[in-house]
T-cell receptor, first 113, second 110 residues
């Protein structure tokens, strides 16, 4: 399968714990995006990378959230000191520089107890 | 970001055409109109996009009003697999993020 992959697909954690999600974009896609989706709502943009540079961050991305894309390939999204309000589906997408279309992965569903 | 307005839900029958409307009265000249859909338990999927002229691809057609204040996504012959939430999104030229609204939940009856 050559699509965007995300790991894990599901994560259950206790409030206050740290969690890290991984996204592997489609090979050679320069841009990588993170979105968050809560039940019944459309996805909300969190941040995006062009190669290894993080070029835009949403105000939704509090200090507890950090994203990296160290070698311009896969990316990680870490949430520190999780809160119940962090429970959501975390979606990753990738695209080429020259193309408008974003390709989304299946998401990681986070449940904070 | 310019706002889009879509009906919360629509229903259609299998093998019939479906017209999904979107209003975007505050659209600016450099805003592209994008449509994505999200099937159950999956990430969103690109459907089509356009600027001023009507567009066709293998999945759908996009009809854009002359004043660009509204557009319609047309599925020519709906199948059960087209049941999804459809999002109409305005994306300014050069902008990277997609700003999703609540979309239209499309139900297809067999």
């Amino acid at each position: 399968d050559t699509g965007v992959s995300q790991d894990p697909r599901h994560k259950i954690t206790k409030r206050g714990q740290n969690v890290t999600f991984r996204c592997d974009p489609i090979s050679e896609h320069n841009r990588l995006y993170w979105y968050r989706q809560t039940l019944g709502q459309g996805p909300e943009f969190l941040t995006y990378f062009q190669n290894e540079a993080q070029l835009e961050k949403s105000r939704l991305l509090s200090d507890r959230f950090s994203a990296e894309r160290p070698k311009g390939s896969f990316s990680t999204l870490e949430i520190q000191r999780t809160e119940q309000g962090d429970s959501a589906m975390y979606l990753c997408a990738s695209s080429l520089l020259s193309v408008n279309e974003q390709f989304f992965g299946p998401g990681t569903r986070l449940t904070v107890l | 970001d310019a706002k889009t307005t879509q009906p919360n839900s629509m229903e259609s029958n299998e093998e019939e055409p479906v017209h999904l409307p979107c209003n975007h009265s505050t659209i600016s000249g450099t805003d592209y109109i994008h449509w994505y859909r999200q099937l159950p338990s999956q990430g969103p999927e690109y459907v089509i996009h356009g600027l001023t002229s009507n567009v066709n691809n293998r999945m759908a057609s996009l009809a854009i009003a002359e004043d660009r204040k509204s557009s319609t996504l047309i599925l020519h012959r709906a199948t059960l697999r087209d049941a999804a939430v459809y999002y109409c999104i305005l994306r300014r030229e050069g902008a990277q993020k997609l700003v999703f609204g609540q979309g239209t939940r499309l139900t297809i009856n067999p």
